[in-house]
């Protein structure tokens, strides 16, 4: 599992993860310095996933795979 670094891009990625789970709600996102895995407990319950999946969605969110493509 990779370390997620959520320091100073926590607002505009609480905003993408609300964004594609809005069952997510602002208490669900709450964040303080040092406290990771609380939030990631936090999510990891409400969705009813495990801690990798839960930390791979959001580094997914923070850098976007340039491999993914749209096929039409």
């Known amino acids: 599992m990779s370390e997620l670094n959520l320091k100073g891009s926590w607002n505009e990625l609480k905003g993408?993860?609300?964004q594609k789970y809005a069952i997510?709600?602002?208490d669900d996102l709450k964040y303080e310095e040092g406290k990771d895995d609380e939030l990631l407990g936090n999510i990891?319950?409400?969705l009813g996933k495990t801690k990798d999946e839960v930390t791979n969605m959001l580094s997914e969110?923070?850098?976007?795979?340039?491999d993914k493509k749209?096929?039409?």
Do not use: M
């Not at 969110?61 to 340039?66: A, M, W």
């Open 16 to 18: 993408k993860v609300k």
């Open 44 to 46: 990891q319950r409400k």
């Open 61 to 66: 969110l923070i850098s976007p795979s340039k």
């Open 24 to 26: 997510l709600t602002d």
């Open 70 to 72: 749209e096929t039409v």
